[in-house]
């Protein structure tokens, strides 16, 4: 006999699992309901339309209804939205944007609400007619008939996370003048302090005022009050400070929540504590691979992934709720930053026993045109070399590499699985030595005892404590700049220069990206030397530390 499932909510997870389910249930009848107005959007793309680049509104259409009902006989109703659920007669109700309320039974129902913005409850904000949030096709009309209406020389963004940086850029494309909030001391929260830099400096070179560490006070006419004082002029304002579970329907039916998170809660199978009705995509909390905690992983790949698998559940094929790791990925103007696994914020609160690596890489060989670096964070288990996290920020090649280290999560490699990888290969398009490589090998080094790294935050500490810098690039970078009260002694000079330094007292040895300094640190330690790797160098830390860097 044939069963019946309903389907809450039409875009990634939920159009997923509708059109697995009658690939694998021909005689099935399958209804999907849609509150808003467009079901299977390129939500992701909503920025790019804004910015110009998306030229064609259509494109971000993936499917209609009724090319959904021809390929897939799928019954889509947009403009629908369920506003109860009777779990103990397997009903739903629903209510039409122009109809009557009618009822609906089920053998199965599939919620998939997704998240919704989270707005804070800012002073003025009730009163303004130009703060928008951006999450769905009618949210981007919105804000795309205000431009064309008002024409808006200026913009505030609050929140500098993925959706915020994005249209920063995108606004500032458009020709408005942006400023960016946010209450973090850096922008991408998802990134650790050190790697947001060149975000930082990306956005300043396209005229972005930013305003970090800053909270917003209160919204004004056409302008935002920080609580220094300071206020921003703002013709239009988004509001870009995070998402949350879309909740309130599996809350009004008295499904478990996780309290954690505040998503709907589910278990291997995606089945929720009500019998039958099952959960997928934004609106469920995740458990973390790694830290096996309950999180919240807004992403769509997952949300896509989740929604087939419980149409495989439904249909007897074998699938499990693996949970996830969250890998992520963000242009901010030249710049690109991706993640994967946990920060290091995350691994610290997860009272992991880590380790931590930065290494500086090129997109392809160095010899052949145009190469440029990029920065690469691995964070690994100290003792076993386990993965936890990668972070990569870069012009090009990003992508790429985070994509092999995140592969590398998922498959439970360690740090010296990372050395043997056989990535592909020629000058315009690697490095034979790949910057993945390289993370393995410098990993694995500090696993085995053959390193012993200091991060930039632990530098001020031991300074103060007596331990002398030891800086061994050339002498010109040296006057270029340099840490304050660091000793200068150029690598191919420090063998023969040994008697300049007190084999009693302990040293940090430091270069402009950390390989020098480990050919020194060897070095060093092969004549009984006290010494320590500054991980990252100085390309890392002067950013973040500007105090300590001096010039000559």
């Known amino acids: 006999m044939s069963k019946k499932y309903l389907i809450v909510g039409g875009v990634a997870a939920g159009m997923s699992a509708a059109t697995r389910l009658r690939r694998l249930q021909e005689n099935a009848e399958i209804i999907v309901f849609e509150r808003g107005p467009h079901v299977s959007f390129a939500n992701c793309g909503l920025p790019y339309y804004l910015g110009g680049e998306i030229e064609n509104r259509d494109d971000l259409l993936v499917q209609t209804p009724a090319k959904l009902k021809a390929r897939f006989n799928l019954d889509v109703r947009e403009n629908s939205e ?12 629903v209510q039409p944007n122009a109809g009557v309320e009618y009822t609906e039974t089920y053998d199965a129902l599939i919620l998939a609400p997704g998240a919704r913005p989270v707005v804070p409850p800012i002073p003025g904000l009730d009163a303004a007619d130009n703060v928008f949030t951006l999450r769905n096709i009618p949210d981007m009309d919105a804000i795309e008939q205000f431009i064309n209406a008002h024409q808006p020389q ?70 935002v009050t920080l609580q220094d004082g300071t206020t921003l002029s703002a013709d239009l304002i988004l509001m870009s400070v995070g998402v949350k579970p ?60 989740q929604g087939r698998q419980v149409a495989d559940i439904l249909s007897g094929v074998p699938a499990m709720n693996r949970g996830g790791i969250g890998t992520a990925i963000v242009r901010v103007f030249d710049q690109v930053a991706a993640t994967t696994g946990l920060n290091e914020s995350q691994a ?70 990372l050395q043997e990888l056989e990535l592909s290969y020629a000058p315009p398009f690697g490095v034979a030595k790949d910057p993945v490589n390289m993370l393995g090998y410098v990993a694995s080094n500090v696993v085995l005892g053959l390193s012993d790294t200091i991060q930039w935050s632990d530098l001020p500490k031991a300074l103060r404590s007596g331990k002398t810098l030891l800086d061994v690039r050339d002498r010109d970078e040296f006057a270029g700049g340099h840490f304050e009260g660091a000793v200068n002694i150029p690598l191919d000079e420090l063998r023969d220069r040994l008697d300049e330094l007190d084999p009693s007292k302990p040293y940090i040895v430091s270069c402009q990206s950390g390989l020098r300094s480990y050919n020194a640190e060897r070095l060093l330690r092969g004549h009984g030397f006290t010494v320590e790797n500054l991980d990252g160098a100085i390309s890392l830390a002067a950013p973040v530390l500007p105090n300590l860097i001096t010039q000559e």
Request: charged content about 15%; aromatic content about 4%.
């Open 246 to 305: 879309e909740t309130t329907l599996a809350k009004a039916a008295g499904l478990q929540l996780d309290p954690h998170t505040g998503g709907i809660a589910v278990d291997d199978h995606y089945q929720t504590s009500a019998p039958d009705i099952y959960a997928v995509g934004d609106a469920i909390a995740v458990q973390n691979q790694l830290t096996h905690e309950s999180a919240q992983i807004s992403l769509a790949s997952p949300a896509n992934r």
């Open 154 to 223: 200026t913009a505030v963004v609050i929140g500098a996370g993925a959706i915020g940086l994005e249209m920063t850029e995108s606004l500032t494309q458009r020709g408005l003048k942006v400023a960016l909030v946010d209450a973090q001391s850096h922008v991408l929260p998802a990134l650790d302090e050190e790697m947001a830099p060149a975000l930082t400096q990306a956005l300043q070179n396209h005229g972005v005022d930013l305003h970090l560490g800053a909270a917003v006070n209160a919204i004004g006419d056409h302008n």
């Open 348 to 417: 610290r609160a997860a009272n992991l026993d880590f380790k931590v690596v930065h290494t500086i890489g090129k997109d392809h060989a160095a010899y052949y045109p145009d190469a440029v670096g990029m920065n690469l964070k691995l964070i690994f288990n100290s003792k076993t070399g386990a993965l936890y996290g990668a972070q990569a920020v870069g012009p090009r090649g990003v992508d790429k590499r985070i994509d092999v280290l995140a592969t590398a999560i998922k498959a439970h490699m360690t740090v010296f699985d």
């Open 82 to 93: 369920v506003v109860a659920i009777d779990s103990q007669q397997k009903t739903i109700t």
